[in-house]
């Protein structure tokens, strides 16, 4: 069974920036795919960025430029920095991991941006 624990949510202006972290338990240098998910009220819940083992990346066009995805091996942990928020951004966001062929989510952290 994989963990993953989300943290670094919060409140935010408008243009701030704000960092998540996922730490996963497992070793994810040898997952199939690693991505953050966010779900708004009454939407959805929608891919924001992924990567893959090898290092591709991919991001939903509204955060392209934005918003970067990256890990850290050595410590389990995937980051999404975000940047310029807006308040479209507001949303529950998931990490999920893929470390074969099964999918484990986390249990969320809140962003909010206010304007």
């Known amino acids: 069974q994989v963990q993953l624990v989300e943290s670094g949510g919060g409140l935010v202006q408008a243009g701030g920036s704000l960092t998540l972290s996922c730490v996963v338990s497992?070793?994810?240098?040898?997952?199939?795919?690693m991505g953050w998910y966010r779900q708004a009220p009454a939407k959805q819940r929608e891919l924001v960025a992924g990567i893959t083992r090898g290092g591709s990346t991919n991001y939903a066009d509204s955060v392209k430029g934005r918003f970067t995805i990256s890990r850290d091996t050595t410590k389990n942990t995937v980051y999404l920095q975000m940047n310029s928020l807006k308040p479209e951004d507001t949303a529950v966001y998931y990490c999920?991991?893929?470390?074969?062929?099964?999918?484990?989510w986390g249990q969320g952290t809140q962003v909010t941006v206010s304007s």
């Open positions: 497992g070793s994810i240098a040898s997952f199939n795919y």
């Open positions: 999920s991991v893929v470390p074969i062929n099964w999918r484990y």
